[in-house]
């Protein structure tokens, strides 16, 4: 085995990087794959609530690079997907705890125990992001149909060519349909068009994914949502399958070039 | 309040034409380090400097940035003026 590890980052907070992680993590391990997640938000430590695992941190992330726990030890296991691990961040400490290096050498040793490594990268372009990407051999960029979102998004994109570590696939969260049918918000044609990089999934606007946060359950895990379909569909399309777009109006046309690629009865 | 805006942003214009066009702009502008100012002092001694060379009206030259996927290109449109009697080989 050797794990493939992608890093998940936005450049703006609060667009669904977090909530992406959990729910990829959730959807590849319900595939059957052993999944280890890292909270490399240290200081704002969050993963950990969405995947309901808060009450069973004894070690975190500075904890392993520093030496003070083995690697096993700070890996929490999900008791509902027995596949589904979480390195917890520090919650003490700040992004200088540890360095791009360690985090690629932690990475090299989870390698061998998995088959994908997720990285929650904080928001920002300093150190934290800097620590995130480092190990990653894929990175999906996390936006919203938002002028703000999609300039940070722009931005984030640019440096991850720099570093020579794209190119960087896009996510687009909380698309809102009717909004769009009213052209009041940007499509994710407009933003694919701005931005210019392969698009991985597109995830709509969805009430549940709150409810589901709240319980500590991620949404991917539910059936019925079309927010868990569009996560699923996701991590279907990191294991190389072609997953066709999901339909998000009923008119198809709004979608442009995105409807055609979308089979019918697709959900 | 409301006439305001609607004069200000045109009764017309949707709000995601307008995001999009906004932020072609900035994104432009993020990605060269280039503003506005910058590309129309580089406009002016591009064409003091070719003037030097080669008869061209200034009025219709046009340099402008384009996006090619995720770079930029700078495009110049400098129309020649006719040379009023040339020598037929």
Known sequence: MGAKVITLTSGKGGVGKTTATANLAAALATDGHKVVCIDADIGLRNLDVVLGLENRIVYDLVDVVEGRCRLRQAMIRDKRLPELFLIPAAQTRDKTAISPSDMVRLCDDLRPECDWVLIDSPAGIERGFRNAIAPADTILVVTNPEVSAVRDADRIIGLIEAEEKGPALLIINRVKPELIKREEMLSPDDVLELLAVELLGVIPDDPNVLLSTNRGLPIALDGKSKAGQAFRNIARRLQGESVPFMELTDQGNIFGRLSRLIRPGSA | ?89
């Open chain 2, 1 to 89: 309040m409301n006439n305001l805006l609607n004069s200000l942003f045109g009764r017309e214009k949707k709000s995601a034409r307008m995001a999009k066009e906004r932020l072609k702009l900035v994104l432009i502008h993020d990605r060269t380090d280039l503003t506005p100012g910058k590309l129309e002092t580089l406009k002016d001694e591009l064409i003091e400097v070719i003037s030097r060379h080669i008869d061209i009206d200034p009025t219709d030259v046009t340099i402008e940035m384009a996006q090619d996927g995720r770079q930029q290109r700078l495009i110049a449109d400098i129309p020649l003026n006719p040379v009023g009697r040339r020598r037929v080989r």
